[in-house]
T-cell receptor
Framework: DAKTTQPTSMDCAEGRAANLPCNHS???????VYWYRQIHSQGPQYIIH???NNETNEMASLIITEDRKSSTLILPHATLRDTAVYYC???????????????FGQGTTLQVKP | DAGVTQSPTHLIKTRGQQVTLRCSPK?????VSWYQQALGQGPQFIFQ???????QRGNFPDRFSGHQFPNYSSELNVNALLLGDSALYLC???????????????FGPGTRLLVL
């Protein structure tokens, strides 16, 4: 079973920041938080991942709370092309028994509106 | 730098038939994972191959089998197809067995299988 909880859907105005929350209250110390997105009928696209520090790359920022029980993916200036299903996934660290598989939940459908 | 490629893009089969799907990993990657995504659902892990062996397996019957070749490409085989096997089949590649990598998986575009 997925170890994360996400809202089913969210809307965002084009040009505004999209903030996608994720709860992972049972996360353990050796587990990372990964974010992927899937645009209709395409393969999932890797966005970002982190352990405990905030992370930023060219696509997004990942903010992880100090207790690591939740995180937020931030798309700073959403465009219509960011409309997709966003998946938050908790995954074991290299060397643990569960590094192989990604367990996807239902994700959050983000609709960016003009 | 070539990404993950899969073939064919679409496939139609009838119940009871067998199907083989193919995946070429991203350049430099040595590990291939396969996922099944039914309509409206998130992808479900089938299995992962590393060094030509199945390293981890999800909750799928033995009708689902795979293979990895010395060049790291992989095949997914499904025997005795059922209507419920209709889905998008995704391949993901990663670089395994390193001390520093978190083995980020990168997905291909998928193969859409329809079983009639």
């Amino acid at each position: 079973d997925a170890k994360t909880t996400q809202p089913t859907s969210m809307d965002c105005a084009e040009g505004r920041a999209a903030n996608l929350p994720c709860n992972h209250s049972t996360i353990s110390g050796n587990e990372y938080v990964y974010w992927y997105r899937q645009i209709h009928s395409q393969g999932p696209q890797y966005i970002i991942h982190g352990l405990k520090n905030n992370e930023t790359n060219e696509m997004a920022s990942l903010i992880i709370t100090e207790d690591r029980k939740s995180s937020t993916l931030i798309l700073p200036h959403a465009t219509l092309r960011d409309t997709a299903v966003y998946y938050c996934i908790v995954r074991g660290r290299h060397g643990s028994s569960n590094t192989g598989k990604l367990i996807f939940g239902q994700g959050t459908t983000l609709q960016v509106k003009p | 730098d070539a990404g993950v490629t899969q073939s064919p893009t679409h496939l139609i089969k009838t119940r009871g038939q067998q199907v083989t799907l193919r995946c070429s990993p991203k350049s430099g990657h040595d590990t291939v994972s396969w996922y099944q995504q039914a309509l409206g659902q998130g992808p479900q892990f089938i299995f992962q191959y590393y060094e030509e062996e199945e390293r981890q397996r999800g909750n799928f019957p033995d009708r689902f089998s795979g293979h990895q070749f010395p060049n790291y490409s992989s095949e997914l085989n499904v025997n005795a197809l059922l209507l419920g096997d209709s889905a998008l089949y995704l391949c993901a590649s990663s670089l395994g067995q390193t001390l520093t990598s978190q083995e980020t998986q990168y997905f291909g575009p998928g193969t859409r299988l329809l079983v009639l």
